[in-house]
């Protein structure tokens, strides 16, 4: 699976919407981009994954560019229970039921 | 969603015991299970692969005669840490993966075992 690169860390204003970007410059064709966070002590929650379209779902969306180099999760109105690390995980779907690999992340900080 | 559960939350044991993991999904069959370690501040790092009724595969540096994984059923993974040690500190999650068309991984909420 491809690497992915996270800043280590962002702050976001409570209210305001958190725009987390990931790299993922090798990723190829059939290589999904995958989102999850994790809340202090508690296990990784899935947030969106996507192939090329931009997502949308209840909890946030992802904006995948044209040539699938990056993307950024958008957390449209961020809340103090958003605080997590978020982690950016690129996964082909030919590789089956092998585990998620995690980077560092970035960890988000809601500030209020 | 999938539910995925764990068993105890919270663990404190003695140094030279063990303590046994449990990891069930609620409402689905997970022919994989995956379990992970996570040290503080640090990212989870996978230890082991099981499916259900056969071996686990282990990761390189991982113990396999230390970290027992058992998955005697479709809904149900364990793993014990034998003879444990303060440097087995850590937290555990595990996560599930069913069967058919479906490779989504849904994950525990972990385990905190600590070796006193």
């Known amino acids: 699976d491809a690497k992915t690169t996270q800043p280590p860390s962002m702050d976001c204003a409570e209210g305001r919407a958190a725009n987390l970007p990931c790299n993922h410059s090798t990723i190829s064709g059939n290589e999904y981009v995958y989102w999850y966070r994790q809340i202090h002590s508690q296990g990784p929650q899935y947030i969106i994954h996507?192939?090329?379209n931009n997502e949308t779902n209840e909890m946030a969306s992802l904006i995948i560019t044209e040539d699938r180099k990056s993307s950024t999760l958008i957390l449209p109105h961020a809340t103090l229970r958003d605080t997590a690390v978020y982690y950016c995980i690129v996964r082909s779907m030919d590789t089956g039921r092998r585990a998620l690999t995690f980077g560092s992340g970035t960890r988000l900080q809601v500030q209020p | 969603g999938a539910v995925v559960s764990q068993h105890p939350s919270r663990v404190i044991c003695k140094s030279g015991t063990s303590v046994k993991i449990e990891c069930r999904s609620l409402d689905f069959q997970a022919t994989t299970m995956f379990w992970y370690r996570q040290f503080p501040k640090k990212s989870l790092m996978l230890m082991a692969t099981s499916n259900e009724g056969s071996k686990a595969t282990y990761e390189q540096g991982v113990e396999k005669d230390k970290f027992l994984i058992n998955h005697a059923s479709l809904t149900l993974s364990t793993l014990t840490v034998t003879s444990a040690h303060p440097e087995d500190s850590s937290f555990y999650i595990c996560?599930?993966?069913?069967?058919?068309?479906?490779?989504?991984?849904?994950f525990g909420p972990g385990t905190r075992l600590t070796v006193t």
């Open positions: 996507g192939l090329k």
């Open positions: 996560s599930a993966s069913g069967g058919g068309a479906s490779y989504e991984q849904y």
